[in-house]
Each structure stands twice: as structure tokens, then as C-alpha cells.
């Protein structure tokens, strides 16, 4: 069951993989990326299990809070930089 | 599978011309990265790649966006001669690899240099438990401290050049005939 759920989270992943690879909106792709980042935690959650190895979810507890973190800090800088025009209007 | 997913991250990396997007994707590789070493059973390895790649190299490569700008200029070069070299020199890499030991070999050069005598004599020599620890602070005691200088030395270099762009975007906020700046948070 373990196993499903880890295939299924790396489908999930490559999903939002591909969102943050597709030309879209800027906030689309914070969000595909916030999303991989919670998959990332959910997978070494699901991993840890599969493994019998269950001290992983200590991992996944920090990559959590590491993953918080960096996305406020790229929401914050994302006011200066996403303003800026495509070259499309720039030349 | 992973691995795929890495390699699908690296192309788009390269393929894509909106560096902010780009940015992003860089984080996604760290965070595919991460979980790889952690499937590899590297734990601390994986922390320093998650905190560091995903943490703070996308914040810093934000920032330099905000300072530069977001759109990638097209190449002026063909990419065909770099092309052929970097396929070269990765087909002879990985030729390279097939003299290598088998992974988890115990009888690997690396297993049998000084790996041994860390090992046994480490916790009497240095008392500390933790073998990583031991090796890192005491045995290459000095090679840390040169990697602690130069990481010190980025940081300070990087938070010269951001503090002088904001110290000139607040002293043009303050003369009254230039247009306002986007800047107006204190400085930190």
C-alpha cells in the first residue's frame, strides 16, 4: 500500500513538475513549486514507511519547514521581480 | 523514476528563456535532489542539499533577478561545437566509470585508505560519537575552516552588492524629482 501511495505521489510530482515547465502565470508556477515541495515531503513520509524505516519522517518534518520557509521568502522577492515586461514589450 | 524526473527538470532548465521560471525549477531539481539522497540513505547530505539548493540558492538567485531582470537574452552563439564537446567529455566520463568499483563494494579503495582507522580509533582520539562529526571537526579540521572562509567570503560579497543597490534606490527615494522606486521597505 506504501508502495502505491509513493507512485502515486511521484505522479503527482511529475504533474507539477510539468506545470512549473509549461509558459504560464508567475503565481502558478510558486504554486507548482510549493506543491512539489510538499510532495517531496509526503514522499520521504510514504518512503520512510515503505521501508520500515519511520525516523525518515523526522526528514520530512524539516524539509516542511525548510520548504515554508523558502516560499515565503519567494513570495516576498517575487513583488520586485514578476512586475518586470516580457521582452516581447521590452524591444 | 526520480531520475527521470531530473532529467525532465534539468531540460526544462535549460530549454526555458523566463529565468524566474527558471529559478523555480532549480528549486524543484534541489528538492528531487534531496529526496534521491535520502532514498540512498544520506540523510545529512540531503538536509545540506535541501537547505542549501532549495533554501537559500533560490533565494539568492531571486534576489540577483531582482537586481538584473527576468528575461534571458537570446544566444548569439550555435550551440553545435559546445554540443559535441560536452558529449565528448560525457562519454568519456562514463567510460571512465566502468573502471570504477561496484557500489557498496567493502573491498573499494575508499573502504580501505583511512576510512578504517577513523573508524576504530576516531571515538578515542576525538570522543565524539558521532562519526561524521569527528571526521568533519577534528581530522579535516582545517579543510572545514577553509570551506567555512569561503562560504563567509560569498556571503559577505553577495551582502555588499545588495545592500549597495538598496542604499542607492532609498537615496534616490529621498531626492524629490527622480521617479519612485519599487523599493520601500526599511533596510534590514
Known amino acids: 500500500m506504501f508502495a502505491a501511495a509513493c507512485l502515486g505521489i511521484l505522479v503527482v510530482m511529475a504533474l507539477a513538475l510539468v506545470r512549473a515547465s509549461l509558459p504560464g502565470n508567475v503565481y502558478d508556477r510558486i504554486l507548482a513549486i ?58 | 523514476m526520480l531520475l527521470t524526473l531530473l532529467a525532465i527538470a534539468a531540460v526544462a532548465v535549460v530549454r526555458l528563456r523566463d529565468l ?26 540531503a538536509f545540506t542539499e535541501a537547505a542549501v539548493g532549495a533554501g537559500i540558492a533560490t533565494v539568492l538567485m531571486l534576489a540577483t533577478l531582482a537586481l538584473t531582470g527576468r528575461w534571458e537574452a537570446k544566444p548569439r552563439h550555435r550551440p553545435l561545437l559546445p554540443l559535441i564537446v560536452v558529449t565528448i567529455t560525457g562519454a568519456a566520463l562514463i567510460w571512465g566509470t566502468t573502471d570504477m568499483p561496484h557500489f557498496a563494494d567493502p573491498a573499494a579503495p575508499i573502504h580501505q585508505h583511512v576510512a578504517p582507522r577513523y573508524i576504530e580509533e576516531g571515538p578515542k582520539e576525538v570522543g565524539v560519537p558521532n562519526m561524521v562529526t569527528a571526521i568533519l571537526a577534528s581530522y579535516r579540521g582545517y579543510d572545514t575552516l577553509g570551506e567555512v572562509i569561503v562560504i563567509f567570503t560569498a556571503g559577505v560579497g553577495v551582502l555588499s552588492l545588495l545592500g549597495l543597490r538598496r542604499r542607492r534606490s532609498s537615496a534616490a527615494d529621498a531626492s524629490p524629482s527622480t521617479p519612485p522606486t519599487t523599493s520601500e521597505e526599511p533596510p534590514r
Not at chain 1, 518512503?47 to 525516523?55: A, H, K, N, V
Not at chain 1, 515565503?72 to 514578476?82: D, F, Q, T, Y
Open chain 1, 34 to 91: 510549493n506543491m512539489f515541495g510538499t510532495k517531496t515531503v509526503l514522499f520521504i513520509a510514504a518512503y520512510g514507511f515503505l521501508t520500515e524505516r519511520p525516523d525518515f519522517l523526522d526528514i520530512a518534518l524539516t524539509y516542511a519547514l525548510i520548504n515554508f520557509i523558502g516560499i515565503i521568502a519567494v513570495l516576498k522577492l517575487v513583488e520586485r521581480v514578476a512586475g518586470t515586461a516580457s521582452p516581447e514589450t521590452d524591444e
Open chain 2, 20 to 45: 524566474f521560471a527558471v529559478v523555480m525549477l532549480a528549486g524543484i531539481y534541489s528538492l528531487i535532489t534531496a529526496a534521491i539522497f535520502v532514498v540512498l540513505d544520506a540523510a545529512d547530505v
